[in-house]
């Protein structure tokens, strides 16, 4: 229905509606608006006295005047509505536009430590072997000779089991600072059966203090045993190590070498990840870098454990946790990690 | 070890350059540190400058007496060069470099004027040509040596060496010979045989007549050989000798010397050469030392030997140390004339043990340490025999000393192709298998499908059992072709222990509340017991100490962490870094009483200095006992935890701001701020907290599985109560009595505030808790809380003498 066309029945309510329209419009503050409100639709407004004198009217007028007074009285309610809203929100978006911040400041410092580089590169380490099916062992600091030496195949008069290389303990002279991570192999085979798949992260020990040596660094060995581990399953596994800590276009070889404890026994070089390959410094102009030592489980170890070496086999694997550190963060002195300089520790 | 690339292709028909070799090499098992080009640069027809001159005028310099002007024929022309050496005339042939020309030491020739005469060239001598490391005077070349060619093609001026980490298994590395072998066995080059033809003896006299020789001491000498050379005219050697002398690192010293060195080097054997005039009694015994015995060794040093020590003695006492260096007494001098040439065999173990015991090492004891192959002993001797006699002109006297007992017989090994594919995870070739084993010296005979009978040469005792021989067949076969597979039957779990796991979670809550990781070494300096103040009979000082440190400052594992920590926030705070707040998983080491290892024990540890924060927004705070206390508990939160606390007596805290950490009873560790004189002992001068917690401990605390309970169907009422109580009264006090009055419908209390001052009694405090009420079943009415609460109000002012605050 068209308020317009049904006022022209009615001139007085029309002269009212237009009046009030025009005020309401013209409110420039809420306060104006109520003014407005109070002038138009107020007890004593010219609609409302209208409306109540409906009963007094002539018959034929009465439903004209109060269906159409209800309408003029809606709208003028909605417009009444519409106009404060519009001039309070007006208001709050000039009080916002005088409250603009630097945004440029710091925000509120809620404070973020950092865990030691080489916390993190131990448990990515970590966390890629877990999710092959690895459980993580642990095993002393403090070892015997048996565990660090003798049960790992190191002949007697090896230069490793000299007071030169390695750290005795005063009066006990079968106890040592462990030299390597791999004693925990043999402390995980003798209390358990194969199935074995751990990673052995730790502290290890050698009488060695240059630019390019700590006598404290961190190791991680890796150690799976079962009926038919295969030196092509080493050479996967480390591969996907390698992917997945130096990225996915690295690429790894296997050397020859020798250890007392694997037998075949390599060592595996990464393609650079400086230069890619193609030869740079870091890599001494090879294109690889070697950072892992491995190999198929002796059966000599196994024969330390009592597993049987015809049904049995196994490779296990060890790298120095700082020097993938150095590798993937591009550092170049080893020392820096034992100063504990918030400098270095905060920047990880 | 290093291996002239020149002399190496004596017996090896190898074709590859040196840089490519050397890859093979690494990838087959033999790592080359690197290859070093020696005597006259190659590059840029450097090599074109150096040829062979014939002196054809000598003639005084008309300004300088000590310098002669020669005419020398360089290849159809003659070049005036100014010379200072003497040892030449008219119609000697020499070196000579032309101008543009690089010596080995980098130098470049240029023509130029020598006392106002044009000089286009220079005569070199063996030293300047990088072949001899000392020579008087030019280099006097053979009457035949054609004028005008290349110099570097009729004597070794320039070469590339190849130098080799040969692992402590591969003995047989340690001579070029046995290099050329594993070259042939990698690269499927043809290899020359061995070098070892033997030479007729001479005359009518016999060793064994001329000289008496026994071995005492078997066990230590399985093998002894030697032989006689008789008339020999020590000097200097050939050129050629010379260069490989050089090549290979060592310094040229006469022609018999130079030979032992050569065939050492060759086949592996270390050779040592008396001169047989200074053998006292024409007469050696090999044996054991004899307590205060001394030699004075060919370096000029005198040596004191022990009954543990090998020597070769002649009548008047040891004339060689066995293996290791001959004595100034029976040295080859140039007048010597007769050669007693010895090629033996020495016990490993001892050798390295007296060379240890002396600090002497040489090139001969580095390899009898590592077991030398016993068979090498008369091939030694043959081939110094037919040098000597070639070089030196002496000639070998007949009958030969060769003292052994029963040689080992060779070793017998079965190797199964199966085996290789099972273990290496590819199928082999057994033609290819047997094809790298004989190549590498192994006899090899089928047996059966797929089988062989190996015999292994006594050059290779390392190869003791079939996994040996597989590692054999498949680095020359190509680590490169292993396909790369994953085990396909993994039937276990991986992961992280509870212990592992509660380990992360509590660092992570450390860092992310602000604090540094630091890894620290385990061992520190013994006075750090001292420095915490530690009672004498303190367990925490019965630390283990190391037998050999490399310093005092790392001599002790450490029983406490806290003395580590301390150090590293005072080199934070010596180099002005800013919020030092640090903590360390790491392990203590405590006395295990009856074991033969001590107690290890995994623990946290935080020093704490500044948490107040920095920057334009202020909103921590400073460092105190609370600061520590609430990490503490954030800790144990971590794993759903809990702890409490007791006043601690650890001396190194501050007595009234410490406490025990306990668990179930036992004490886990300690919180609390730092002894003002521990402090200082460890140079700080700022206020440190700390705490140091047991990892086992935190994780045993752990209420395992939540279950779950309704808080919502029924709300809980909340009252704020106020009670003045005596200074005296902790709130956990005052918590416990709430507690138990309020059970069961106090569901929890909490101090919000504490107040000392005006408004309250001196001497007195007030504690304001939040309690909470609840009750599982229903929502509790106004009068059920407000009797409670009445019954709270009287056990406080009961039992603790507290007032209600209005
Ligand atoms: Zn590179």
């Known amino acids: 229905m068209d308020l317009k066309r049904e006022l022209k029945k009615h001139a007085g309510l029309k002269a009212m509606h237009e009046e009030a329209v025009a005020d309401i419009s013209s409110a420039g503050t809420p306060d104006e608006v109520e003014d407005a409100r109070v002038r138009h639709l107020g007890r004593k407004s010219g609609l409302s006295q209208l409306l109540r004198s409906i009963p007094e009217l002539p018959d034929d007028e009465k439903p004209v005047v109060g269906k159409l007074g209800n309408q003029v009285r809606a709208a003028l309610e909605q417009q009444l509505a519409d106009r404060r809203r519009e001039l309070e929100e007006g208001e709050l978006s000039e009080r916002l536009a005088t409250e603009q911040v630097d945004i440029t400041l710091p925000g509120q410092p809620f404070p973020r430590g950092h865990l030691h580089i080489l916390t993190q590169t131990i448990w990515e380490i970590e966390d890629i072997f877990a999710g092959l099916g690895y459980r993580i062992a642990e095993g002393p600091d403090i070892e015997t000779d048996y565990y660090n030496f003798t049960a790992l195949n190191t002949p007697e008069g090896h230069p490793a089991r000299s007071s030169h290389d390695t750290f005795f303990i005063e009066g006990q002279p079968d106890v040592l600072l462990r030299t390597h991570t791999s004693p925990v192999q043999i402390r995980v085979m003798e209390k358990e059966e194969p199935p074995v798949y751990v990673v052995v992260p730790g502290r290890v020990y050698r009488r060695d203090s240059d630019a390019t040596h700590t006598p404290m660094f961190h190791q991680i060995e890796g150690l799976a045993v079962d009926r038919n581990i295969t030196m092509g399953d080493l050479k996967g596994t480390l591969e996907m190590f390698v992917k997945a800590v130096f990225g996915a276009d690295r690429e790894i070889r296997l050397r020859p070498h020798f250890f007392p404890f694997t037998e075949p026994s390599v060592e595996i070089d990464v393609s650079c990840m400086i230069c890619g390959g193609s030869g740079c410094r870091a890599c001494k102009f090879i294109g690889w870098l070697e950072i892992l030592g491995a190999g198929m489980v002796d059966p000599k170890v196994f024969g330390f454990v009592d597993y049987d070496t015809e049904d049995f086999q196994g490779f296990a694997f060890g790298m120095g946790v700082e020097r993938i550190a150095m590798l993937k963060h591009g550092m170049t002195d080893l020392r820096m990690f034992y100063d504990n300089d918030l400098r270095l520790i905060r920047q990880f | ?806």
């Not at chain 2, 840029?44 to 001159?53: M, Y």
């Not at chain 2, 300047?128 to 009729?154: N, T, W």
């Not at chain 2, 050629?240 to 022609?255: D, E, F, H, S, Y």
């Not at chain 2, 609390?672 to 990892?695: K, W």
């Open chain 2, 1 to 806: 070890m290093k291996v002239p690339f020149s002399w190496l292709k004596e017996y090896v028909d190898v074709d590859m350059t040196a840089a490519e070799l050397a890859d093979r090499l690494a990838l087959t098992g033999t790592e080359v540190e690197r290859v070093a080009a020696v005597g006259i640069p190659s590059g840029d027809g450097n090599l074109d400058r150096f040829v062979i001159g014939q002196v054809e005028t000598v003639a005084p310099h008309p300004d300088a007496d000590k310098l002669t002007l020669c005419g020398v024929d360089v290849g159809g022309r003659v070049e005036k060069i100014v010379c200072g050496a003497k040892n030449f005339r008219e119609g000697d042939r020499t070196a000579v470099c032309l101008p543009g020309g690089v010596l080995p030491d980098g130098r470049r020739l240029e023509a130029a004027e020598i006392r106002g005469v044009r000089s286009n060239g220079m005569m070199c001598s063996e030293a300047e040509l990088g072949i001899s490391s000392e020579s008087a005077g030019i280099m006097i070349l053979p009457e035949d040596a054609p004028v005008g060619e290349r110099l570097v093609d009729h004597v070794a001026v320039h070469d590339e060496v190849l130098e080799l980490e040969v692992t402590p298994n591969r003995p047989d590395c340690l001579s070029v010979y046995g290099v050329a072998r594993e070259v042939a066995a990698v690269t499927g080059a043809g290899l020359s045989p061995e070098p070892a033809d033997d030479i007729k003896p001479e005359g009518h006299d016999d060793i064994g007549s001329l000289v008496e020789i026994s071995v005492a001491d078997p066990d230590l000498c399985p093998r002894y050989g030697a032989r006689l050379i008789a008339g020999v005219k020590v000097g200097p050697s050939p050129a050629w000798l010379k260069a490989r002398i050089v090549a290979a690192g060592m310094r040229p010293v006469n022609n018999v010397v130079d030979i032992t060195n050569y065939v050492m080097w060759t086949l592996g054997e270390p050779m040592h050469a008396f001169d047989l005039a200074k053998v006292a009694g024409k007469k050696l015994v090999v044996r054991r030392a004899r307590e205060g015995e001394k030699i004075r060794t060919i370096d000029g040093v005198e040596r004191s030997l022990t009954p543990q020590m090998l020597v070769i003695a002649d009548g008047d006492g040891p004339t060689a140390i066995a293996g290791i260096m001959g004595s100034e007494a029976s040295e080859v001098s140039d007048d010597t004339s007769d050669i007693l040439l010895e090629a033996a065999n020495f016990d490993g173990p001892s050798v390295m043990a007296t060379s240890m015991e002396l600090g002497l090492r040489s090139e001969s004891s580095t390899r009898f340490e590592k077991g030398m192959d016993v068979e090498l002993v008369p091939r030694a001797l043959a081939m110094a025999s037919r040098l000597m006699t070639e070089i030196c002109g002496g000639r070998l006297v007949p009958g030969e000393i060769d003292i052994h007992g029963e040689l080992p017989p060779a070793n017998v090994v079965h190797l199964r192709s199966s085996r290789i594919a099972s273990l290496i995870g590819v199928e082999i070739d057994p033609g290819e298998t047997a094809a790298i084993l004989e190549r590498l010296g192994f006899t090899v005979e089928v047996e059966g499908e797929g089988g062989f009978r190996v015999t292994v040469p006594c050059f290779r005792a390392d190869v003791e059992r079939e996994v040996d021989l597989i590692e054999e067949v498949v680095r020359v076969y190509g680590l490169d072709l292993i396909p790369t597979t994953l085990p396909s039957d993994v039937r276990v779990m991986g992961g992280l222990s509870p212990r592992q796991a509660a380990e992360r979670e509590v660092a992570r809550a450390l860092a992310g509340r602000g604090l540094d990781e630091v890894i620290t070494y385990s061992f520190i300096a013994p006075d750090y017991a001292d420095r915490l103040r530690l009672a004498k009979n303190d367990t925490r000082r019965r630390a283990v100490v190391l037998d050999n440190p490399i310093s005092v400052e790392q001599s002790v594992m450490r029983t406490i962490m806290l003395p580590s920590l301390l150090m590293t926030v005072a080199r934070n705070a010596a180099v002005r870094n800013t919020g030092i707040n640090i903590f360390e998983r790491g392990v203590i080491y405590l006395p295990s009483e009856g074991r033969k290892l001590p107690d290890e024990r995994r623990v946290i540890a935080a020093c704490l200095t500044d948490m107040a924060g920095e920057g334009w927004i202020s909103g921590g705070r400073a460092v105190d006992f609370y600061t520590g206390k609430g990490l503490v508990e954030a800790v144990f939160a971590t794993v759903n935890g809990s702890c409490g606390l007791s006043r601690s007596r650890d001396p190194f805290l501050h007595p009234g701001k410490s406490a025990d950490i306990m668990v179930g009873g036992e004490r886990a560790g300690y919180v609390g701020e730092v002894h003002p004189l521990v402090l200082s002992a460890f140079d700080l001068d700022i206020p440190v907290t700390a705490f140091e917690v047991d990892l086992d401990a935190i994780v045993a605390s752990s209420a395992g599985t939540v279950l779950f309970e309704d808080l919502m169907t029924y709300p809980a009422s909340y009252q704020d109560l106020a009670v003045v109580v005596d200074d005296k009264v902790d709130a956990e006090k005052v918590l416990e009595t709430v507690r138990s009055a309020g059970a069961p419908l106090l569901h929890g209390a909490e101090v919000f505030d504490i107040y000392s001052g005006e408004q309250v009694a001196a001497g007195s405090k007030s504690i304001a808790l939040r309690l909470e009420f609840r009750s599982p079943d229903h929502t509790l009415t106004d009068d059920e809380v407000n009797d409670v609460r009445a019954k709270i109000v009287r056990e406080l002012e009961k039992k603790l003498k507290a007032t209600l605050r209005v």
